[in-house]
């Protein structure tokens, strides 16, 4: 058990419709996003960094982050281990250009369905930025920060993210890990 959630060893991947398993070799867990997201499934190795399987059980990113959140919309926020300072990278690991000059990023939440996420600077100055890296104009309430329910696994003392729709993405993939 680590940061308030169960954490188990993963040995593969199940589908439930196929009941097709795919065998993984070495020492990875799953993390508070235990569930495929566009394809990819955030993992932490035995050292406790992070990266990314994909469907047919292939360590498509290494491990290699301090915080890794699901891929939504082709992005996932992810923060390095040694600058921790959050950034969105996309399956090939390509980093998104975000156009928020007011500091540092301190935090960077997931996307929502619309394509919207929000970042935070150094400064704990809010913007809302597009899926090309872009500040959308948009009030942010400052009585409720923007953090979706499932990036709450890193975010202290946050409001639930006040998106029309706020609940886990929903994912077409039928497999699950076992």
């Not at 235990?34 to 955030?42: A, C, K, T």
């Not at 540092?104 to 394509?115: P, R």
């Not at 996420?117 to 309430?141: C, Q, Y």
Request: hydrophobic share 30%; with cysteine; aromatic share 12%.
């Amino acid at each position: 058990k680590t940061d308030s959630f169960l954490s188990m060893t993963i040995k593969g991947f199940l589908s439930e419709k196929s009941h097709r398993f795919v065998k993984i070799d070495g020492d990875f867990r799953t993390t508070f996003y235990s569930y495929f997201s566009e394809g990819m499934l955030v993992v932490s190795n035995s050292k406790g960094k992070l990266g990314y399987f994909d469907t047919q059980g292939n360590l498509r990113i290494k491990c290699q982050y301090y915080q890794a959140r699901p891929f939504i919309k082709g992005w996932a926020s992810v923060v390095p281990e040694k600058k921790k300072t959050p950034k969105y990278i996309d399956k090939n690991e390509n980093p998104l250009t975000v156009y928020f000059n007011n500091g540092i990023l301190k935090d960077a939440s997931s996307f929502n369905e619309n394509g919207e996420a929000l970042v935070v600077s150094d400064k704990d100055e809010m913007a809302i930025i597009g899926t090309n890296g872009r500040r959308i104009e948009k009030t942010i309430d400052p009585q409720a920060s923007l953090i979706r329910k499932h990036d709450r696994a890193y975010a202290d003392d946050v409001m639930e993210y006040t998106s029309p729709k706020n609940e886990m993405p929903t994912f077409s993939e039928d497999i699950t890990p076992f």
